[in-house]
């Protein structure tokens, strides 16, 4: 009876199957069994429940794999914005395009979060070292400086403007942490 249940030829079974069998949305390897390479254990995935992709499964072996393509990547080191064990903890943190310079919105991993604001913090005046909380260091407070008589506009940490005043008389108002 045609698409119903039948029968397969001894012969044919191994065809039958590759031909019936699901396969892997990372390797397009099918989802059976092979000794040395797959078990045969699989995680199945709706469509976009990672990303643009289509529903499917993926050998337990290519999850990783397929996870990394699929979660949004660190704006400054572009790995995965997933736990890696040794690598990263899977925590981030969220930025809004050009919240702290001319970069895209996404995700930063915790672990890159200092050099994330070195990169986009605005520069002290004075110091040149980024405008942003430093513990022990600088309290994130700062300075807007205008020039009186010439193009030197900007910020300058709360603890570095004695020096900067001293250097060269600028007209300040103090504002919160950046």
């Given at each position: 009876?045609?698409g ?8 044919c079974?191994e ?10 949305l ?11 390479r797959f078990?045969?254990?699989f ?8 990303g643009?992709?289509p529903?499917?499964?993926v ?21 995965p ?20 310079g001319?970069?895209d ?6 672990e890159?979060h200092?050099a ?10 004075h ?8 513990d ?6 700062y300075?807007?400086?205008q020039a009186?008589d ?15 005043q001293?250097a ?11």
């Open positions: 009876k045609p119903g249940p039948g029968k397969v030829h001894l012969e079974h065809a039958f199957r590759e031909r019936f069998a699901k396969k892997c990372l390797c397009s390897g099918l989802i059976l069994p092979v000794p040395g078990s045969g254990r995680f199945e995935y709706s469509a976009g429940q990672l643009d992709h529903t499917g499964s050998h337990s072996e290519c999850d990783g794999g397929w996870r990394r393509c699929w979660v949004s990547k660190c704006l400054q080191c572009s790995g914005v997933m736990p890696v064990e040794g690598t990263y903890s899977g925590e981030y943190f969220p930025y809004e395009a050009g919240q702290l001319a970069h919105g996404g995700e930063v991993h915790a890159c200092d994330w604001q070195r990169r986009w913090a605005r520069k002290c005046l110091c040149k070292e980024p405008i942003y909380k430093l022990g260091i600088f309290s994130g407070l300075f807007t400086c009186l010439g193009p030197l506009e900007g910020h300058v940490h709360e603890e570095c403007y004695g020096a900067f001293a060269a008389g600028q007209k300040s108002s103090k504002n919160g942490g950046g």
